[in-house]
């Protein structure tokens, strides 16, 4: 797919991706706007929630939390993020997000370069919370 002009999206127009946990929702990438670079989506946890531990063997990932509260365990390290405040996750790091707080968070992410492949794009390091939802995996979504 090739967009050569701007492209807007709606997160109610995209199907959530739960497998992992939580709601995940790629806005902008390969599949919704023709992205090459990387892709950019908002992921949305409710109170005790969270998206299992991975990581990416060729993306670095950065997160932004807008609302909320979030603990990002980072080779099993926790760092707490504040609305406002944001993450860099660097290429091949292992990294969980939980929400420990008592109202939903959603935060905005981007990963970027993308994979080779998209089944490339994620490693799981431990089961996945909702492993029998679609596969809707967000490397999996060009």
């Known amino acids: 797919m090739t967009i050569t002009r701007a492209s807007k999206v709606n997160a109610d127009d995209i199907a959530p991706n739960r497998r992992r946990g939580g709601d995940i929702r790629v806005l902008l990438g390969p599949a919704t706007v023709g992205a090459t670079s990387g892709f950019m989506g908002m992921l949305t946890l409710e109170p005790a929630e969270f998206v299992s531990e991975h990581y990416h063997p060729y993306s670095e990932e950065f997160l932004c939390l807008v609302r909320g509260e979030l603990v990002v ?8 993020l504040a609305p406002g405040e944001a993450l ?3 290429i091949g790091v292992r990294h969980r997000v939980e929400n420990p707080g008592e109202a939903q968070a959603v935060a905005v992410f981007h990963l970027g370069p993308l994979a080779p492949k998209p089944s490339l794009g994620h490693v799981d390091t ?3 919370p909702n492993a029998g939802e679609p596969s809707l995996d967000v490397g999996e979504q060009r």
């Open 73 to 80: 365990r980072v080779d099993g390290t926790p760092v707490r």
């Open 88 to 90: 860099h996750i660097p």
């Open 126 to 128: 431990e089961p996945l």
